[in-house]
């Protein structure tokens, strides 16, 4: 095994790909430093003379300044690196598209079709509460009908609590609105019952408007107050809409349309070398294929932003994309807090140095095609190919924004590791080996590998098998633990 990596020739500091003791000799044909101190797997080491204020190199870009003379050997970390990042910027369009090789061949799973076209990984059936006061009454409906089906013919009955839906002004109120209702028309539901209440800001007959055309028998509406008993109504509801799904059927269908939502989380030093790489990879396959993949957290784009500012289809998206980085700059700068905020404690502790650091390892998540669209917060894909969300870099909002877009998956990459799930199933995508055989209840898939023998190629393939495995019905670990929730984002007054 190899016991650094030096990512991009302009890079002035290389990354460890084991932890490393004081003294250790790092050779190769362009190299030989020595080790001034003990330096932690995913932790950097500077490979010449940077001196103070020069910009530190990894990934060919830079990722902070020196604020310290820093010496051949030297641990490249937050003691002696600080960010570049400020406020908004001006940029300019410098289109740098790459061409994707079509696919030789067409690969399929197994699906079900939705009357609208759609197609569904999962046929749930899912109660939507349209305002949290009548969280606690789903639950009971849900008991109701398991009490009276003894093995369920469906994957899995939920209900997506949230404390909104009243008391919201604004923009918050109308994005509760649009997200619930972006669950509702989700492939993922075989059917839904949205529940009110009945004096809440948002009404089911404004609900319904939003809607527009929907499946009047696999959506039910309820309003609890207008009821004498709403458990007994709501679990009659819910019984019409199991037995109509229960007769769903999985039918094989084209990978094409397959939507992928793409999200990291308890990101390492080894993230933008291992896992987001191969999630890369696996966005180009599947946009290849015909399909469509959907990379979000805005604030984690921050300082890698004109990576895909220069990916844009065209002016008009490229204009988008600098709104998406400006907007989100100025929603942090509005509550009187630093666009560089980030990386957390844990991303420090495995590597990674500055907001610059983590963000260029995050993009690479959405490998090298073009982007077609850019989406804002609760909207939903029209066009297929590599769009970008507006969203917010915490692991549930963000999770859920991708749900919502329409997307029937999401690929989660991990060095720390976590548990959580969203609505979709969330695989676990780990950077190293060694959180992949601790948290094998958490973790789905390995891409630590990929600092040993294993190659990229060996590693897509690997993957693609595994993805359409999910989306043909294994389930993934947050499902077995039924470790599933929705969080909606707000920015505003709560009344």
Same mark, same amino acid.
């Given at each position: 095994?190899?016991?650094?990596?030096?990512?991009?020739?302009?890079?002035?500091?290389?990354?460890?790909?084991?932890?490393?003791?004081?003294?250790?000799?790092?050779?190769?044909?362009?190299?030989?430093i020595?080790?001034?101190?003990?330096?932690?797997?995913?932790?950097?080491?500077?490979?010449?003379?940077?001196?103070?204020?020069?910009?530190?190199?990894?990934?060919?870009y830079?990722i902070?300044?020196?604020?310290?003379?820093?010496?051949?050997?030297?641990?490249?970390?937050?003691?002696?690196?600080?960010?570049?990042?400020?406020?908004?910027?001006?940029?300019?369009?410098e289109?740098?598209?790459?061409?994707?090789?079509?696919?030789?061949?067409?690969?399929?799973?197994?699906?079900?079709?939705?009357?609208? =076209?759609?197609?569904g990984?999962?046929?749930?059936?899912?109660?939507?509460?349209?305002?949290?006061?009548v969280?606690a009454?789903?639950?009971l409906?849900?008991?109701?009908?398991?009490?009276?089906?003894?093995?369920?013919?469906?994957?899995?009955?939920?209900?997506?609590?949230?404390?909104?839906?009243?008391s919201?002004?604004?923009?918050?109120?109308?994005?509760?609105?649009?997200?619930?209702?972006?669950?509702?028309?989700h492939?993922?539901?075989?059917?839904?019952?949205?529940?009110?209440?009945?004096?809440?800001?948002?009404?089911?007959?404004?609900?319904?408007?939003?809607?527009?055309?929907?499946? =009047?028998?696999?959506?039910?509406?309820?309003?609890?107050?207008?009821v004498?008993?709403?458990?007994?109504?709501?679990?009659?509801?819910?019984?019409?809409?199991?037995?109509?799904?229960?007769?769903d059927e999985?039918?094989?269908?084209?990978?094409?349309?397959?939507?992928?939502?793409?999200?990291?989380?308890?990101s390492? =030093?080894?993230?933008?070398?291992?896992?987001?790489?191969?999630?890369?990879?696996?966005?180009?396959?599947?946009?290849?294929?015909?399909?469509?993949?959907?990379?979000?957290?805005?604030?984690?784009?921050?300082?890698?932003?004109?990576?895909?500012?220069?990916?844009?289809a065209?002016?008009?998206?490229?204009?988008?994309?600098?709104s998406?980085?400006?907007?989100?700059?100025?929603?942090?700068?509005?509550?009187?807090?630093?666009?560089?905020?980030?990386?957390?404690?844990?991303n420090?502790?495995?590597?990674?140095?500055?907001?610059?650091?983590?963000?260029?390892?995050?993009?690479?998540?959405?490998?090298?095609?073009?982007?077609?669209?850019?989406?804002?917060?609760?909207?939903?894909?029209?066009?297929?190919?590599?769009?970008?969300?507006?969203?917010?870099?915490n692991?549930?909002?963000?999770?859920?924004?991708?749900?919502a877009?329409?997307c029937?998956?999401?690929?989660?990459?991990?060095?720390?590791?976590?548990?959580?799930?969203?609505?979709i199933?969330?695989?676990?995508?780990?950077?190293?080996?060694?959180?992949?055989?601790?948290?094998?209840?958490?973790?789905?898939?390995?891409?630590?590998?990929?600092?040993?023998?294993?190659?990229?190629?060996?590693?897509?393939?690997?993957?693609?098998?595994?993805?359409?495995?999910?989306?043909? =019905?294994?389930?993934?670990?947050?499902?077995?633990?039924?470790?599933?929730?929705?969080?909606?984002?707000?920015?505003?007054?709560?009344?």
């Amino acid at each position: 095994m190899k016991e650094f990596i030096r990512i991009h020739e302009k890079d002035n500091v290389i990354v460890a790909l084991k932890d490393l003791k004081e003294g250790t000799q790092l050779k190769d044909e362009d190299l030989d430093i020595t080790l001034k101190m003990d330096v932690a797997k995913g932790h950097k080491v500077a490979i010449e003379i940077i001196p103070e204020g020069e910009n530190i190199i990894k990934y060919g870009y830079a990722i902070g300044r020196a604020t310290q003379r820093v010496l051949p050997g030297a641990h490249v970390h937050t003691s002696n690196l600080k960010t570049n990042l400020s406020g908004t910027l001006e940029y300019s369009y410098e289109p740098a598209l790459k061409e994707l090789a079509k696919a030789s061949e067409e690969l399929t799973f197994k699906g079900y079709k939705r009357s609208n =076209g759609d197609v569904g990984i999962r046929n749930e059936l899912w109660i939507i509460p349209t305002v949290g006061c009548v969280n606690a009454t789903a639950d009971l409906m849900v008991n109701r009908l398991k009490e009276s089906v003894e093995n369920l013919e469906i994957d899995d009955i939920s209900v997506w609590k949230h404390p909104f839906g009243c008391s919201q002004l604004g923009q918050d109120h109308e994005d509760t609105a649009n997200i619930l209702r972006d669950l509702v028309m989700h492939p993922n539901a075989g059917g839904v019952l949205v529940l009110g209440l009945g004096c809440e800001n948002n009404t089911i007959d404004r609900f319904k408007e939003g809607l527009g055309d929907y499946d =009047g028998e696999r959506v039910k509406f309820l309003i609890s107050q207008e009821v004498d008993d709403e458990i007994e109504d709501g679990s009659k509801l819910l019984k019409e809409l199991y037995d109509a799904m229960k007769e769903d059927e999985r039918v094989e269908v084209p990978l094409s349309v397959l939507k992928v939502g793409l999200k990291c989380g308890g990101s390492d =030093g080894l993230s933008g070398i291992t896992a987001n790489p191969l999630v890369g990879a696996f966005s180009d396959f599947l946009i290849a294929q015909g399909g469509t993949t959907v990379l979000t957290e805005v604030p984690e784009m921050f300082g890698a932003e004109t990576v895909l500012m220069n990916r844009a289809a065209s002016g008009e998206i490229f204009n988008a994309t600098v709104s998406l980085i400006n907007d989100f700059k100025s929603y942090y700068l509005k509550y009187d807090q630093p666009v560089y905020e980030n990386p957390s404690p844990g991303n420090k502790k495995g590597g990674i140095s500055s907001l610059e650091d983590k963000s260029l390892g995050c993009v690479q998540k959405g490998g090298s095609a073009t982007v077609v669209d850019v989406l804002k917060y609760s909207g939903r894909i029209v066009k297929k190919g590599l769009n970008l969300l507006s969203a917010p870099g915490n692991d549930l909002v963000a999770t859920t924004a991708l749900g919502a877009t329409g997307c029937q998956m999401v690929l989660f990459t991990t060095g720390r590791g976590t548990p959580f799930g969203g609505f979709i199933p969330t695989i676990k995508i780990s950077t190293n080996t060694e959180i992949y055989n601790k948290k094998p209840h958490w973790i789905d898939f390995n891409a630590g590998e990929l600092i040993h023998d294993q190659t990229m190629e060996e590693a897509v393939k690997e993957l693609v098998q595994y993805i359409i495995d999910v989306a043909s =019905g294994r389930l993934v670990n947050h499902e077995k633990n039924n470790f599933k929730e929705i969080s909606i984002f707000r920015t505003g007054v709560t009344l």
